[in-house]
């Protein structure tokens, strides 16, 4: 009897144990990192601008980290898509990724031109900050539930977005009458307070409309300057934001996550999370690099000129509060106390992470030198 109830109790030892053991491995196996096929488009030149370089950096992660057969096409200068409908197909699931500038879906969504109002963050700790801000968290928050996108973060344009010209584009009457490409409706105020005419276009049409005569200048980050220096050899800029700001938001179609288990839907998101910042580190370097070989102390010379003060005092003082204005008017009314509300807490955020409190201030950007030199193969 002791041994007919010593093989039960072993059965079912066996049996509960093999189960257990099944379950876990099944869980494992489901759990596994899965196989993915990743478009992203981006209206930016190919490398070495540094955003560039860091989504192909991404590329080489996801390939390599994930199954074999995974995928990462990166189209650049809108091939694929213009940013306003890059966001629309990832909203109806046609597109994975994005890498897409905030003023420029702002025609799809005018409430992503709110964090487009210059001077409110003006140091590399604020701008950084914007993700954990009030605003940062209701424009992810709307994208998730207007537009069926996950942003997973804010990443930098340019710490020294400037106006780039034919001629030095720094004074008033330097401005007045002068065709300015912008990137977004959104900085068109600010063009227009300078007595100039503002020409929304994608950057991959600046280099023939500048060669024709369609536009004398581009308002652009160091890195867009980079490709166009020779058609514009004057590029000017006034400290972080002081005439002009954008940021880059990356988000990926909700739709299409939703194919993936948590494993592989947060290892996307970690990868992201690494690739942004990697991406903003890159775009400081690439600042650093092109000022200190380009600089001139001589606004009258060919190169970048950095402002004094009292120079970019006029053109502050011109755009006032147009921008707000503008996007007030444009905004629906219930928007109009978040354009207030990103102006007072982003200013705040500037008094708290002062000018040099950023890690940014601190990099060696000399490893990165080579990689940000080196042309698309």
Known sequence: MKSLLTKIATVTFVSIFGLTWGTEQNLAKAESLQKVMIRISADIPPPPMPTSVAMEWFKKKVE????????????????????????TAMSQGNLEMGWLVAGKTAATDIWLSIPGQPGVLTTAGAVHDLINQPTGKMLQKRLKDKHNIEMFGFSDISFALGMAGK????TLDTMKDRKIRTFAAGVNPTVSSWGASPVVMSFGDVPSALESGVIDGVITSIGGWR??????????????????????????????MSKYNKTTQDKIRSLVNDTIAYQNKLNWCNDQF????YKTTDPSKPGIYQATAAEAAPLQKAIGTNVADF???????????????YLKDGKAASVKF??????????????????LSKKKK
């Open 227 to 256: 490709a166009i220096t020779e058609q514009t050899p004057y590029y000017t800029i006034a400290g972080i934001s002081t005439v002009a700001f954008d940021t880059y938001w990356v988000g990926a179609s909700s739709k299409w």
């Open 327 to 341: 996007l007030k008017e444009k905004l629906p009314d219930e928007a109009d106390a978040w354009v207030d509300r």
């Open 64 to 87: 390599s980290e994930f199954p074999s057969g995974s995928k990462v096409r990166i189209y650049y200068a809108g091939a694929l898509y213009k940013d306003p409908d890059a966001m």
């Open 290 to 293: 092109a000022i200190n070989k």
């Open 167 to 170: 001629k030095r584009l720094l």
């Open 354 to 371: 002062g000018p040099g409190t950023d890690p940014v201030y601190k990099l060696d950007c000399s490893k990165y030198k080579e990689l």
